[in-house]
């Protein structure tokens, strides 16, 4: 993450032009670290969010929702008590450090005016936000108390005058020049200019591959970066976003050409590029928290059905091959004077073949004894074909709709749909179902199918999870629509509304392959090839009583072979 001393000038010169003598009409407080103040400009109303979490300190506008606690927080109280109705004047960076400086002309009590300022220091772990009177210099308070315990050279408490972080001994990034002479390594960079931050120090130095003139190497770093404070300071830089599969990898208001290779979006201003990145990477990381904890859970049980189907394997073929136990039985039943009291094995012929076979014996008990017990050894065996197989069946739609669970966790990428696949799997009895009051508290999510619009305006809609798949395909579908399935493999179900009385025989074998292809994007045979895929009118549906959720039966049904793409 690159939130260096340049993205905070950059930041805190768009802040200043934008909400410079905005009126702070509401302050909240979202989250133990964050805060949100509504804030009326002369060009309309916006929302500045900050933050001081270790993973995701920022300052910007946003347009995200956020959802504040039932009772305020004590800090958040405070604020409203001396900044609710005052007045912006001014916003600035100190030096090149990654601090935000607010100051703010607000009402005392009495209806005196009087200075305050929020500081906001974006530090990593030691990130923090501090009200204090400008007058006195002292602390109101920070929304991250630091005592003499924690930090025995700098503490933020009420009442203690403020003291800045301890300076480095660096040259700050505006004051560097042309002539200033800059190493020609990163690190070397970043230990000489502050606020700069590792990928713009790589960044700086792109320029100083095999030089021409090895006298200039000095000079190429120090004009990179006179070149992006000056696009900075007027206002012609582009921020950022690089993306890696979806998921934000970094951001900054210069090129990363270290970067070019993954996709890239921009932004108009610094605020949205701030607000894209930590939303989007916040949400990709809760997700996947959220998930890892049902996907563990997923795939023991999955993986207990595979050792299950295993062993029932197992015992179906060894009950197969218990014709052996009849034959031992029949032989010793007609050979019994052949055989000798306290044997443990005798040699008999097999009238079958007319070959010699021996049979093991317990020596215990006699022939006729003997032969009555593979008798109900194999009475047995044969009981538990029937069993085995019963099992078996079960213990397979069991591994079928686990497939289909893993898969649901793994596509998932909110955590409302996690959610939904939690409830899912608490109502299966895979998961201990939760206490009623959160229960209570949590709304179920209504079912949003993914949509999509083939090449003739017919619409497809795609289930997310197995709940939603059911909702689809048995309630919201109907008789005349057509379901989409992968064959045999887990998948999402599909369904294609028709409208104005056409059937299936209607559709057209591109509108068919079209269709199909979506049901194979949508499964765990995404990233193969020539896919088989049902499909079926949805009258020909049926869901068993007791199947688990997304588990149908249909007949009538057709085969197609394509390859998983959607709709562009």
Not at 34 to 44: N, Q, S, V
Not at 275 to 280: L, M, R, V
Request: charged share 30%.
């Amino acid at each position: 993450m690159a939130f260096d001393g340049i993205i905070t000038y950059a930041i805190a010169k768009e802040l200043g032009e934008s909400i410079t003598l905005g009126k702070i009409e509401k302050v909240y407080q979202p989250g133990p670290e964050e805060l949100l103040f509504h804030i009326h400009t002369r060009r309309g109303n916006v929302r500045l969010f900050m933050s001081c979490n270790s993973q995701s300190a920022r300052v910007c506008l946003t347009d995200g929702a956020y959802t504040n606690p039932d009772q305020p927080p004590t800090f958040c109280m405070l604020l409203r008590k001396h900044l609710q109705g005052g007045r912006i004047t001014e916003i600035r960076q100190k030096d090149s450090e990654r601090i935000i400086e607010i100051d703010i002309e607000a009402l005392n009590e009495m209806g005196f005016s009087v200075s305050r300022r929020l500081i906001i220091e974006i530090m990593s772990k030691h990130s923090n936000i501090v009200l204090l009177d400008i007058e006195s210099g002292k602390i109101i308070d920070a929304i991250k108390r630091v005592s003499i315990d924690i930090n025995r050279y700098r503490q933020l408490l009420p009442g203690v005058i403020y003291e800045y972080p301890p300076a480095q001994d660096k040259i700050g990034f505006r004051d560097v020049t042309s002539s200033t002479g800059l190493p020609h390594d990163d690190k070397g960079i970043m230990k000489r200019v502050a606020g700069i931050s590792p990928a713009l120090s790589r960044e700086m130095l792109r320029y100083c591959e095999d030089p021409i003139d090895s006298s200039l190497v000095s000079d190429i770093p120090a004009k990179r970066l006179i070149e992006i404070i000056s696009s900075i300071d007027e206002g012609s830089y582009t921020p950022r976003v690089y993306l890696d599969e979806d998921t934000p990898r970094e951001f900054h208001v210069a090129e990363l050409s270290e970067y070019s290779d993954l996709e890239i979006i921009e932004f108009e201003t610094t605020s949205e590029c701030i607000d894209y990145y930590f939303s989007n990477r916040e949400a990709s990381n809760l997700v996947r928290q959220k998930s890892m904890p049902l996907l563990k859970t997923a795939e023991a049980a999955l993986d207990k059905a595979l050792l299950k189907k295993k062993k029932l394997s197992e015992d179906l073929l060894s009950a197969e091959n218990s014709d052996k136990y009849r034959l031992y039985g029949e032989l010793l039943t007609a050979n019994i004077h052949m055989v000798s009291p306290g044997a443990k094995s005798v040699k008999l012929t097999n009238y079958y073949d007319g070959n010699e076979i021996e049979i093991p014996l317990d020596e215990k008990i006699n022939a006729s004894a003997n032969a009555q017990r593979y008798f109900k050894k194999y009475s047995k065996a044969r009981t538990a074909i029937h069993e085995k197989q019963t099992q078996l069946e079960d213990n397979e739609q069991d591994i079928k709709y686990l497939e289909s669970v893993v898969q649901n966790i793994e596509r998932a990428d909110s955590v409302p749909l996690l959610e939904a696949i939690r409830d899912e799997l608490e109502d299966t009895g895979y998961v201990r179902r939760r206490a009623k009051a959160s229960q209570r508290k949590r709304k179920k999510e209504k079912p949003e199918p993914i949509r999509y619009e083939l090449s003739d305006g017919t619409v497809a809609l795609v289930g997310r999870n197995n709940t939603e798949n059911d909702w689809l395909t048995m309630k919201n579908a109907s008789k005349t629509d057509v379901w989409f399935h992968t064959k045999d493999i887990p998948g999402s179900h599909v369904i294609i509304k028709l409208e104005d009385g056409r059937r299936v025989d209607d559709l057209s074998a591109e509108l068919i392959y079209e269709a199909a292809s979506i049901a194979a994007y949508h499964s765990k045979a995404k990233v193969s090839d020539n896919v088989p895929v049902d499909y079926v009118p949805v009258r020909y549906i049926k869901k068993p009583n007791g199947a688990k959720p997304g588990m149908v039966i249909f007949t009538h049904n057709q085969t197609v072979y394509v390859t998983p793409k959607i709709p562009e």
